[in-house]
């Protein structure tokens, strides 16, 4: 028997108000294909009766946190669901207080018309059943069943926001607004209605000073994730986006709904990285290939250190092209070495450049010890990582220097080093960016290599 023949189209009755719940509890951990084809299956009726009951068809990061909070940050991925959960959490808010002034605040009037309102997963959208919204879109005003009212305001007409009174808001795409930091200075100092004002904001990272501020202080409660998170979007859909971007800027921003911040001073920028990356399908053919080199920053201790492996191309075309991560994370020497091994017999490599400051003869001992049967190259560092990273760092500038591919902690290392000196990333060392720089100075800056000195205008 269908769906829809079981629960029939008068879902008021408590018998099937009972077996709507259990289906509600099945179809939950049924995949997406099979949620979307019940769900259509459903009367109209039977569908916008499960809109009451939200909370079991939400994922975590859309329900609202039962602490003291004052602001609720949903920074998160496209497709997440976060314009869903905003107009759910307003949704609760009027129908619990007839008395709420809440204030939808967008970049512009038009997104919160189109987006906050009668968009697809707006207000009207996810009414209940006999709940009736009055919108009166030339005065910017939304009535609500139980008395309250939302008023309609843009970051780009901010001044109005400056006087009016509310309990509540809803800012939707916080990383879009123009004006951002007045427009939020005027909403906050006319939040003084009720006794517990609220704000939810709901956006896609950007760089900008709010996202900062706003994370660092009291009373706010940053959630949310990444595209992925949300098991209601199409698998399809899913699998192409990370096969694009997956590891990118974009993607780490767009989908994983990472606030990614550029440090100041440092050799490389994330906008120099994405210019320098070969982007494309999956499967893009790399350029053909003249030498390959890896390069390997072994680790003080096993204790947590990482080993530095990475794997990089001079093409034919006389640029570098960084091929692969191998590094590894607390291991032995043993394993570390067989790492190396490995990444070598992956790409047919010539050369093994290993910095010897940890060990002189042991880091080559080790290698050998691996059956690595292939040149190993001993390096001395005589400068700081920062001084030997510039000149690299400028190979990248001069368009002489491609990443064939996305590798997240390798960039954000590199991202870390501080022109002058000084590393502000993740881990305790930047062994994945040193062991790219000793590959890459081989390659491109050594004596071997045979290549014009790189000055950058």
């Not at 590891?247 to 440090?263: A, F, N, P, V, Y």
């Not at 400028?394 to 590393?423: K, N, T």
């Amino acid at each position: 028997m269908s769906i829809a023949a079981r629960v029939g189209d008068t879902p008021d009755d408590s018998y099937w108000e009972h077996q709507l719940f259990r289906l509600i509890e099945q179809l939950c951990h049924e995949p997406v294909e099979v949620q979307e084809r019940c769900s259509a299956a459903l009367p109209s009726r039977v569908r916008l009766f499960l809109l009451q009951f939200w909370q079991r068809w939400a994922h975590k990061g859309q329900i609202p946190d039962d602490g003291d909070w004052r602001v609720w940050l949903i920074m998160a991925g496209r497709g997440f669901g976060k314009t869903r959960a905003g107009a759910e959490w307003v949704s609760e808010v009027a129908r619990s207080d007839g008395n709420a002034r809440i204030a939808l605040v967008g970049a512009t009037a038009e997104d919160v018309h189109k987006v906050m309102i009668t968009g697809q997963s707006g207000l009207q959208a996810v009414a209940r059943q006999g709940e009736r919204l009055q919108y009166l879109p030339s005065h910017g005003l939304l009535r609500f069943a139980s008395g309250a009212l939302a008023h309609v305001y843009s970051a780009e007409c901010f001044e109005k926001l400056r006087g009016p009174e509310h309990s509540h808001a809803w800012c939707d795409e916080l990383g879009k607004w123009n004006n951002a930091d007045g427009c939020w200075d005027n909403l906050m100092l006319g939040l003084r209605l009720g006794e517990r004002q609220r704000v939810l904001v709901t956006t896609t990272p950007r760089q900008m000073r709010l996202l900062h501020r706003l994370k660092k202080e009291d009373g706010v409660v940053v959630c949310g994730g990444g595209t992925a998170r949300n098991h209601n979007l199409p698998d399809d859909f899913v699998m192409t986006v990370k096969a694009l971007y997956e590891g990118t800027r974009w993607g780490r921003q767009e989908l994983d709904g990472e606030l990614i911040e550029d440090i100041e001073g440092a050799l490389w920028s994330r906008d120099l990285i994405e210019r320098q990356r070969l982007a494309g399908a999956p499967g893009l053919p790399r350029p053909e290939m003249t030498r390959i080199v890896i390069g390997v920053d072994p680790p003080v201790s096993a204790h947590g250190d990482a080993c530095g492996i990475v794997a990089v191309g001079s093409g034919a075309d006389g640029k570098a092209y960084v091929l692969a991560d191998h590094s590894v994370s607390g291991v032995s020497p043993e394993q570390w070495a067989r790492a190396v091994a490995g990444a070598v017999e992956a790409w047919g490599a010539d050369r093994v450049v290993a910095e010897d400051n940890q060990g002189g003869n042991m880091v080559e001992s080790t290698l050998r010890a691996a059956d690595l049967a292939m040149p190993v190259k001993r390096v001395h560092a005589s400068r700081g990582k920062s001084a030997r990273a510039e000149p690299v760092a400028a190979l990248y500038e001069a368009r002489r220097a491609f990443h064939v591919g996305a590798f997240p902690e390798l960039e954000d290392q590199m991202c870390g080093l501080i022109s002058g000196g000084g590393y502000d990333g993740p881990g305790r060392s930047p062994d994945r960016a040193d062991a790219l720089v000793w590959s890459m100075t081989e390659l491109m800056l050594g004596k071997a290599a045979r290549m014009p000195r790189v000055s950058v205008l």
